[in-house]
């Protein structure tokens, strides 16, 4: 049976489109359970059909506490097998995460514990590193603090830019998701007692992808 998967983006919806493309292809045995935005205007909601769209506002609902609320009441209703946020932006509440406890992915442009939260890209440039890149982790209640599934590492050029840096980036973002989500479609990973696990055995190192687009 195919993996129902609950899709939340403020954004372009980039990565959602690889998912798309993958599950259109048959190399991602998935369905989209929905796609969930904190922004009505948000280019992701319009690659799905009008019926898998949600959008609201913190405003609309009368704060933070409460969309965080009717977010969850609507995941919930698509009955997802996991919950992926792929460029969302807003921080999830503990009462949401402890509803989809061990269900929450993440894709995160850096290599965490390095640079959690925004301008990754910008940080590693200024901090002279030589590697940057993106990781896919289980969502928790500490920011970008989850345990980490897998990794795609890209080498930083002398003369990168932020944009150029975010370029390369987000090119592996894809490949990357995409090996996760298979594992998670198969039932081949979980967050046991902080730790992620694959068939079973904790994951003392996260999982390595080579970036084709290096």
């Given at each position: 049976?195919?993996?129902?998967?609950?899709?939340?983006?403020s954004?372009?919806?980039?990565?959602?489109?690889?998912?798309?493309?993958?599950?259109?292809?048959?190399?991602?045995?998935?369905?989209i359970?929905?796609?969930?935005?904190?922004?009505?205007?948000a280019?992701?909601?319009?690659?799905?059909?009008?019926?898998?769209r949600?959008?609201?506002?913190?405003?609309?609902?009368?704060?933070?506490?409460?969309?965080?609320?009717?977010?969850?009441?609507?995941?919930?209703?698509?009955?997802?097998?996991?919950?992926?946020?792929?460029?969302?932006?807003?921080?999830?509440?503990?009462?949401?995460?402890?509803?989809?406890?061990?269900?929450?992915?993440?894709?995160?442009?850096?290599?965490?514990?390095?640079?959690?939260?925004?301008?990754?890209?910008?940080?590693?440039?200024?901090?002279?590193?030589?590697?940057?890149?993106?990781?896919?982790?289980?969502?928790?209640?500490?920011?970008d603090?989850?345990?980490?599934?897998?990794?795609a590492?890209i080498?930083?050029?002398?003369?990168?830019?932020?944009?150029?840096?975010?370029?390369?980036?987000?090119?592996?973002e894809?490949?990357?998701?995409?090996?996760?989500?298979?594992?998670a479609?198969?039932?081949?990973?979980?967050?046991?007692?902080?730790?992620?696990r694959?068939?079973?055995?904790?994951?003392?190192?996260?999982?390595?992808?080579?970036?084709?687009?290096?």
């Amino acid at each position: 049976m195919a993996s129902r998967l609950a899709i939340l983006a403020s954004g372009r919806g980039s990565n959602l489109q690889a998912i798309l493309d993958a599950i259109a292809s048959g190399t991602l045995e998935a369905e989209i359970a929905g796609v969930f935005s904190d922004k009505p205007d948000a280019q992701a909601l319009l690659r799905v059909p009008e019926a898998l769209r949600w959008s609201r506002t913190p405003k609309s609902c009368g704060g933070r506490e409460a969309f965080d609320t009717v977010l969850a009441d609507a995941v919930a209703a698509s009955h997802p097998d996991w919950v992926v946020c792929v460029g969302y932006m807003r921080i999830l509440g503990e009462a949401f995460i402890r509803r989809f406890h061990g269900r929450i992915l993440n894709i995160h442009p850096s290599l965490l514990p390095k640079y959690k939260g925004l301008h990754t890209h910008q940080r590693a440039l200024q901090a002279g590193d030589t590697e940057h890149g993106a990781s896919v982790h289980f969502v928790t209640a500490e920011l970008d603090g989850g345990a980490v599934i897998a990794q795609a590492r890209i080498p930083v050029h002398a003369d990168d830019t932020v944009a150029d840096l975010a370029a390369r980036v987000l090119a592996c973002e894809h490949p990357l998701l995409l090996q996760v989500l298979q594992l998670a479609a198969a039932d081949r990973i979980a967050a046991c007692d902080g730790n992620a696990r694959l068939d079973g055995q904790p994951l003392f190192t996260p999982l390595s992808l080579q970036c084709p687009h290096c």
